[in-house]
């Protein structure tokens, strides 16, 4: 098994904003060898010096897209062309994802392997836990995250 990260990001008062939270304390508790969680409100640049202990980086956040929610998104950063377009003020983080997966890949960081889980949120209001339609698709992501691993 790769020795693997697991970032979930989100706000866990923001109710669906913390769907990345939720899905990395799924995999938290499954307590696997060679698999570190961490949770964060969103600011991936303090990982950026810890991504080369690892072979695979796995985040699972929220978005906001087509209005779907519990819509879901796997993107692996190799499949992007090198040149993907940065579009500005597209996350509320302080740098986004991907933005900081490029800062990363130009340091020399990026680990072999690094894929996002995105799923779409139905109530970013203020509250605790996600909305019921985001159960089942939390429950896929942790199936497929498991399945990264074991790849």
């Known amino acids: 098994m790769k020795r693997t990260l697991v970032i979930g990001i989100g706000n866990g008062f923001r109710k669906d904003d913390g769907v990345g939270l939720e899905i990395a304390r799924r995999i938290e508790e499954l307590n696997i060898p060679g698999v570190t969680v961490s949770k964060t409100a969103g600011d991936l640049t303090n990982f950026v010096n810890i991504f080369p202990e690892y072979e ?84 896929f992501i942790v199936g497929e995250i498991i399945g990264e691993l074991t790849a």
Do not use: Q
Request: glycine content about 10%.
């Open 56 to 139: 695979l980086l796995i985040i699972a956040d929220s978005i906001k897209a087509a209005g779907n929610p519990g819509m879901n998104i796997r993107v692996d950063i190799s499949d992007l062309d090198e040149d993907f377009e940065l579009s500005p003020n597209i996350s509320t983080h302080w740098l986004g994802i991907l933005e900081t997966l490029r800062l990363a890949d130009n340091v020399g960081n990026l680990p072999e392997k690094t894929v996002i889980y995105g799923v779409e949120g139905a109530d970013f209001s203020y509250g605790t836990g996600i909305s019921p339609e985001l159960f089942n698709t939390v429950e």
